[in-house]
Nanobody
C-alpha cells in the first residue's frame, strides 16, 4: 500500500514552533487536495488544515492564525508550519492526499508533543 512520507514532528515547549513536511511518492498521480489531520488517543481523527491544488486553504478554528499550510505541486509535497504551539496541540499528525478519482492516501503519522 502506497503511503505518504511525513517528517518534522518532535517535542517543543509551549509557544514554540515546528514545521511538518509530507511527500507523496511519484507513483501517486493527479493529486487534488492535500491536508493534515491529528488524533489523540480515544478521540476521532480531526481535520487541521487542507489545501487544494490551486492553493485554496481551509483551517480548523482551533489553529487559525497559528498554523499555515502550503504545498509544492511540482514535488507533491505539503507543509504545515505550526507556531505558538499549545499543550492541547499534542497529537499524532497525519497527512493525506486525495487524487482525481477521490482515492485517499495517508501517511504513517508523526508525533507532536508540546510540553515544558
Amino acid at each position: 500500500q502506497v503511503q505518504l512520507v511525513e517528517s518534522g514532528g518532535g517535542l517543543v515547549q509551549p509557544g514554540g514552533s515546528l514545521r511538518l513536511s509530507c511527500a507523496a511518492p511519484g507513483s501517486i498521480y493527479r493529486i487534488n487536495n492535500m491536508g493534515w489531520y491529528r488524533q489523540v488517543p480515544g478521540k476521532q481523527r480531526e481535520l487541521v488544515a487542507r489545501i487544494t491544488s490551486g492553493g485554496s486553504t481551509r483551517y480548523a478554528d482551533f489553529v487559525k492564525g497559528r498554523f499555515t499550510i502550503s504545498r509544492d505541486n511540482a514535488k507533491n509535497t505539503v507543509f504545515l508550519q505550526m507556531n505558538t504551539l499549545k499543550p492541547e496541540d499534542t497529537a499524532v499528525y497525519y497527512c493525506n492526499a486525495v487524487n482525481s478519482v477521490n482515492y485517499i492516501y495517508w501517511g504513517q503519522g508523526t508525533q507532536v508533543t508540546v510540553s515544558s
